[in-house]
């Protein structure tokens, strides 16, 4: 595959995501109309939940999906207080929900308020695409990464993602590697979501290989299965294209 057509592949593969926190109505116009005007349009807009409605009304005659993020970014064990942000967030038009797994409480053994949360928040995402946000750069080892891979992997979720993007290690191919290696190892139909620090077509092409190489041709790399995380990344993808071309 030439580099402009991947570029345009890993568009469509896109999150394109703004998550700070001076996010104004402005940023997010903004940012929905990027997407808007891109050349290859992205699979999502992913903001804060109180700008969904601003969001699905400016996408509205587009195929960008709305997603938004709760129990972010810490990844609390508040499971009332998650779950009310999941069901205000779908309220509002998110079609899909990032949530943060309980990684600290996973990390000192509490496995129970874990499967509690797992529990509580697919069900009230039934009927909508759920991803699920490792933090993979909180883990100290990868062997604690698969086993929470493999817990998460035990419910009802559509993608395994590796980070929020607001802790000093984000996204690596390390963390990457095992991820797909467990969910391959699960014959589980579950996507992988890098995000955090991808703002290259070169670093992107390098999780796009990797998802490649280890989940074979069976599992096609659209976006129902593969997914990247980023702000700025759409810029370098659209520069790709037009060179291309």
């Not at 883990?139 to 993007?165: D, M, V, W």
């Not at 074979?216 to 990247?228: A, C, E, N, S, V």
């Amino acid at each position: 595959m030439r580099d402009f057509e991947l570029a345009k592949q890993l568009i469509s593969n896109l999150d394109l995501t703004s998550l700070n926190k001076d996010d104004t109505d402005d940023t997010v116009s903004n940012l929905c109309h990027k997407a808007l005007n891109s050349v290859v349009p992205p699979a999502t807009v992913c903001i804060w939940s109180k700008f969904v409605p601003l969001a699905t009304k400016i996408l509205k005659k587009s195929n960008i999906s709305v997603a938004t993020v709760v129990n972010f970014p810490r990844g609390e064990t508040d499971i009332k207080m998650t779950t009310a942000e999941i069901v205000k967030a779908l309220s509002l038009g998110a079609d899909e929900i990032d949530a943060v797994f309980p990684y600290e409480a996973f990390l000192s053994g509490d496995t129970d308020i874990c499967r509690q949360y797992l529990d509580a928040i697919t069900q009230e995402t039934s009927g909508s695409t759920l991803k699920i946000i490792l933090e993979s750069g909180a883990f100290p080892h990868i062997r604690q990464l698969q086993e929470a891979c493999r817990l998460c992997l035990e419910y009802n979720i559509q993608f395994l993602k590796t980070s929020t993007g607001k802790i000093d290690i984000s996204a690596t191919p390390e963390a990457a590697n095992a991820i797909l290696e467990t969910i391959k190892e699960s014959k589980r139909e579950v996507g992988f979501k890098a995000s955090g620090g991808i703002k290259t077509f070169e670093q992107a092409r390098q999780y796009f290989s990797l998802a490649q190489t280890i989940m074979g041709t069976k599992w096609p790399l659209d976006q129902r299965y593969f997914r990247i995380g980023a702000s700025s990344l759409l810029d370098d993808l659209n520069e790709t294209i037009k060179k291309g071309c």
